[in-house]
């Protein structure tokens, strides 16, 4: 996978200011403030910066927590995880591994199979329908 790498500016000229706070500046939006997701048919979900393949909406599930979810990822290459102590707390942090967007956080308390809560701020990722 050949990684992407932007200028603050170039990243400006192709992301609103809130998708740029979420994705550059690991920003998180508001609990329950963003974009649904209500999906029907199958699809992925991409990233809203280069358009990587992260989940599929297979992995989609309702944990209440006010930002989408996944048990899984789409693939084991598809994302990065980092440590993050920010903001008081020890959490996992997960970054789209070709162009290093923020996502969100991966936590423990998932369903089965995995046991993984992919918790991603929707301001981070776009669905694309599978044809």
Same mark, same amino acid.
């Given at each position: ?33 963003? $974009? ?6 199958? @699809? ?7 358009? /990587?393949?992260?989940? =599929?909406? %297979? ?20 994302? $990065? ?6 903001? @008081? ?7 789209? /591994?070709?162009?290093? =967007?923020? %996502? ?28």
């Amino acid at each position: 996978m050949k990684k992407i790498i932007k200028s603050e500016e170039e990243w400006k000229k192709i992301l609103t200011e809130e998708e740029f706070f979420v994705t550059r500046k690991k920003g998180t939006e508001t609990p329950f403030s963003g $974009k649904e997701f209500n999906i029907i048919n199958k @699809g992925s979900f991409n990233c809203k910066c280069c358009n /990587a393949d992260l989940f =599929s909406s %297979l992995a989609k599930y309702d944990s209440g927590c006010g930002w989408p979810t996944f048990y899984d990822q789409i693939a084991p290459e598809a994302i $990065k995880k980092q440590k993050d102590s920010s903001q @008081g707390m020890n959490r996992i942090e997960i970054l789209c /591994a070709k162009c290093d =967007s923020h %996502l969100g956080h991966v936590f423990e308390d998932g369903p089965d199979p995995t046991g993984q809560r992919y918790c991603v701020n929707s301001l981070s990722i776009n669905y694309q329908e599978s044809e």
